[in-house]
């Protein structure tokens, strides 16, 4: 059996997470590791099967993320008040989107989760404590994925994709004299964070470098044992003509 | 686990800073802002370079906080993060500056009225706490307690005339009546308070009483506090929080 839905830490006082019957899937991992791509395939994979998913992603609620952007454009600094508007962000979808869909019975595919914040905190301040006491109301997920690759390739692959931008080449560390350096510098001080924490939350981790079809099997055998035992413990499950349409719509 | 790195929190021990924090607590009506710009009045007078900082006043959270009461999707959690965004900002932006230049900072409200309004709220009061325990001890916190009586009638026959959705707890459905929800949510707030009082050490006023009596015994309290303060200005005359700059941000309507 299954032990019971926890939080991290100080939890939300007014609320008891333990009829929160649906599955929390987090997949972690840098910019362009692919996460996207990830959860979309696994969405649709889930939905094909006839379960209920919903998908949740870092800095999306729709209270914060136009505060966040505007803050990334340069009127703040402080870590502090970044870490913050992340878990602001984060309560709010936990909130209004996460737990309301858990009770439900979903699957919530989580694009990134309360690790990003640890990760960028404990880079900028040193002091890993803090931020795990900021998210301590944070649901524990039943499945933590994490997508690693080394500075190097990921470094190739920004410059391919969208290029490398200010807060992910950790620029307001001033690591580096140019982006391309300080880029180099932070994702390694990420990726280091990271593999601690992989050991320490139990992460189950992947080689991001492998290709898109090795690293979607790996996920889904990750993912399969828990929805069997999901299936019996009554999740909710999608209309066959609703999964029939989002088949179609890719 | 990695051990805690004590230096990082500095809340609960004094600051090593130059400059002096003074702040006041009290629940709406109580009538601390008044005596607050009384004793900044009064520092001026006396040639301190005084710089003022109150409760959700960033802009940058402002906005989202006036969208997120509009909405009601506002959640204890949500709510209290907010403020302790906002809380962040002004420290670094507004407060610490000014002390580590060794300048008076005063602070309408502070990290004590989340401790107590979050509580009263339903959040983990233990939680709330660790939040902000990057915050920085003030060297004097003045807490103007009184009767929940005595703040409705000041608000009602004052400038204001009516509670604010938010300040009367309106969010939490204790009454559908404005007044009465405010004296049952102000009520939980004094109590919190209370023991908020005792476990900080706050200098408690008697809020009752007539103003310039406690302004008084406020610039008693400051100018034994300011004995081996050494007052530091530039060459400049009072500029008033300009020593921030924000930079390519336009400012909302």
């Known amino acids: 059996m299954a032990k019971g839905r926890q939080y991290f830490g100080d939890g939300l006082a007014y609320l008891n997470p333990s009829d929160l019957k649906g599955k929390l899937i987090v997949i972690e991992g840098t910019d362009g590791v692919g996460r996207s791509t990830h959860i979309e395939l696994l969405q649709e994979w889930l939905e094909v099967q006839g379960y209920g998913v919903i998908t949740t992603g870092w800095t999306r609620s729709s209270l914060m993320s136009r505060t966040i952007d505007t803050a990334k454009e340069g009127n703040i600094l402080d870590h502090w008040s970044l870490s913050l508007l992340y878990a602001t962000d984060f309560a709010d979808r936990l909130e209004h989107q996460i737990i309301p869909a858990l009770r439900s019975g979903f699957i919530v595919l989580a694009d990134r989760y309360i690790y990003t914040a640890f990760a960028r905190a404990t880079v900028r301040s040193g002091d890993p404590t803090w931020i795990r006491d900021v998210f301590g109301f944070a649901i524990v997920p039943d499945l933590v994925c994490y997508l690693r690759i080394d500075a190097d390739t990921l470094a190739l692959r920004v410059l391919e994709s969208n290029g490398m931008n200010y807060w992910e080449s950790g620029m307001d560390l001033r690591l580096g004299t140019d982006l391309y350096d300080s880029f180099k510098k932070y994702q390694t001080l990420m990726i280091e964070e990271f593999d601690k924490m992989a050991e320490e939350f139990k992460f189950e981790v992947v080689d991001a470098r492998k290709s898109l079809e090795e690293i979607q099997e790996f996920l889904r055998a990750k993912i399969q044992p828990l929805l069997r035992s999901a299936h019996s413990r009554g999740l909710a499950r999608v209309p066959a003509g609703a999964a029939d349409s989002a088949t179609e719509g890719s | ?253």
């Not at chain 2, 607590?25 to 005084?50: F, M, R």
């Not at chain 2, 100018?223 to 009072?238: C, D, I, N, Q, V």
């Open chain 2, 1 to 253: 686990m990695t051990p805690p790195t004590s230096s990082l929190r500095t809340f609960g021990q004094p600051h090593s800073y130059p400059g002096k924090l003074i702040i006041v607590e009290g629940i709406d009506g109580s009538g601390k802002s008044t005596q607050l710009l009384l004793l900044q009045k009064w520092l001026e007078s006396q040639g301190h370079n005084v710089f003022f900082t109150e409760w959700n006043s960033s802009d940058l959270v402002k906005e989202t906080t006036k969208k997120g009461k509009k909405s009601k999707s506002l959640t204890p959690t949500t709510f209290s993060l907010l403020h302790a965004t906002d809380f962040a900002s002004r420290l670094y932006h507004s407060i610490l500056p000014p002390l580590k230049a060794g300048m008076i900072v005063l602070a309408d409200r502070y990290a004590y009225t989340a401790f107590a309004r979050d509580a009263v709220r339903g959040v983990s009061r233990s939680w709330v706490r660790k939040l902000y325990s990057f915050s920085i001890q003030p060297d004097l916190a003045f807490y103007f307690k009184v009767p929940i009586d005595t703040a409705i009638a000041r608000l009602l026959g004052g400038t204001r005339g009516q509670f604010k959705y938010y300040e009367a707890g309106m969010d939490m459905g204790i009454s559908q009546d404005v007044t009465e929800s405010f004296r049952v949510f102000q009520s939980r707030i004094l109590s919190e308070y209370d023991k908020i009082v005792d476990e900080y050490g706050l200098t408690v006023m008697d809020a009752t009483r007539e103003i310039e009596e406690q302004q008084d015994d406020m610039r008693a309290v400051v100018t034994k506090a300011l004995e081996h303060y050494k007052p530091k200005r530039g060459g400049y005359g009072k500029r008033t929080a300009v020593f921030w700059r924000r930079f390519g941000v336009s400012k909302p309507e």
